[in-house]
C-alpha cells in the first residue's frame, strides 16, 4: 500500500465485505504487529463492532511452518470430501 494511512478504510470497507457476503459477524481479526494498525481509529472500530484484534507474535516462523504444513495437507489429500463427509 501506498499510503499507511488508507489501513483504517481497507479494514472497514473489508468487514463489511465479509459480513455482507457470509451473513455472519466478524469475530476476530488478525494482523500483524505493524504500527499502522495500531492506532485509536481501528481500535474504536473494533470495539463498535465487537471485534477482537489480535496481533501475530514478532519474528515467529513457527506459526507461519504450522499454517503451511496443514495447507500442504489439505493440498495433497486425495480424499477431502471423504474426510468432511464423516463429520
Not at 494482523?31 to 472500530?45: C, I, Q, R, S, V
Not at 489429500?77 to 463429520?87: D, G, K, Q, V
Amino acid at each position: 500500500l501506498s499510503n499507511k494511512s488508507i489501513i483504517v478504510d481497507l479494514i472497514k470497507k473489508f468487514v463489511v465485505i465479509i459480513e455482507n457476503q457470509t451473513n455472519e459477524k466478524v469475530k476476530v481479526l488478525r494482523t500483524y504487529n505493524g504500527m499502522e494498525f495500531k492506532n485509536a481509529f481501528l481500535d474504536h472500530f473494533f470495539a463498535e463492532k465487537g471485534i477482537m484484534h489480535q496481533y501475530s507474535a514478532v519474528s515467529t516462523p513457527q506459526q507461519n511452518g504450522v499454517v503451511t504444513t496443514q495447507n500442504l495437507f489439505h493440498h495433497y489429500n486425495p480424499f477431502p470430501l471423504i474426510e468432511y463427509s464423516i463429520l
